[in-house]
């Protein structure tokens, strides 16, 4: 059973560049979900999808953020302008819909110089 | 308003020994579910055990026990016969039954577990 992948595992960029992170998530799951955590805080969620649908986003998403899942398999998450407090941990999870368990990728580490 | 409380910044316990973690939460739904993630240095989630707002016991799951406390809204993590690799960080999330469908989970700030030999 292959478990939610992240790509990459760590980026590092420069203020105002922009960068895009993938995850794909358990094939049978349908609903995938990104959160960020920050140094010693627990994941804060960003956005989820069902299928190729964006149900509910957080107000933490500015309008710097974006994120996709056209054909409902795997996701982009897009940051552009990147800021230093965008540093933080990236993470991905899947599952299937309707209250299942959630399981998460490794994560892509974000330093934004 | 912080939906989940851990208390316990950081706790050793030493190996074969039990260790509770200490989890309250707070909401208004009557339908929610409650999560422990272990989180090691690598940095990946790992799911260790649930606990639905309706199940009449206490979940357990191998050496990782749920204590549930629904009148006091607590959710505590019971390891049993602690190992050294346990040592990680420990996280309680919800997720309610509000609008948004089963969608998102709410975090702890984490509890971060050293087991000594």
């Known amino acids: 059973d292959t478990g939610v992948s992240q790509d990459p595992r760590h980026k590092i960029t420069k203020r105002g560049q922009n960068v895009t992170f993938r995850c794909d998530p358990i094939s049978e799951h349908n609903r995938l979900y990104w959160y960020r955590q920050t140094l010693g805080q627990g994941p804060e969620f960003l956005t989820y999808?069902?299928?190729?649908?964006?149900?509910?986003k957080s107000r933490l998403l500015s309008d710097r953020f974006s994120a996709e899942r056209p054909k409902g398999s795997f996701s982009t998450l897009e940051i552009q302008r990147t800021e230093q407090g965008d540093s933080a941990m990236y993470l991905c999870?899947?599952?299937?819909?309707?209250?299942?368990?959630?399981?998460f990728g490794p994560g892509t580490r974000l330093t934004v110089l | 308003a912080q939906k989940i409380t851990q208390t316990q910044p950081g706790m050793f316990v030493q190996e074969k020994e039990a260790v509770t973690l200490d989890c309250t939460y707070d909401?208004?739904?009557?339908?929610?579910?409650l999560f422990w993630y272990k989180q090691p240095s690598s940095g990946e989630m790992i799911f260790l055990i649930y606990q639905g707002s309706y199940d009449e016991q206490n979940a357990t799951e191998g050496r990782y026990s749920l204590n549930f406390q629904k009148a006091r809204k607590s959710a505590n993590l019971v390891i049993s016969a602690s190992q050294l690799g346990d040592s990680a960080m420990y996280f309680c999330?919800?997720?309610?039954?509000?609008?948004?469908?089963?969608?998102?989970?709410?975090f702890g700030a984490g509890t971060q577990v050293v087991v000594t030999p």
């Open positions: 909401t208004s739904d009557q339908s929610y579910g």
């Open positions: 999870a899947s599952s299937r819909p309707y209250g299942d368990t959630q399981y």
């Open positions: 999330a919800m997720r309610e039954a509000t609008t948004d469908s089963w969608g998102k989970l709410q």
């Open positions: 999808f069902q299928n190729e649908a964006q149900l509910e």
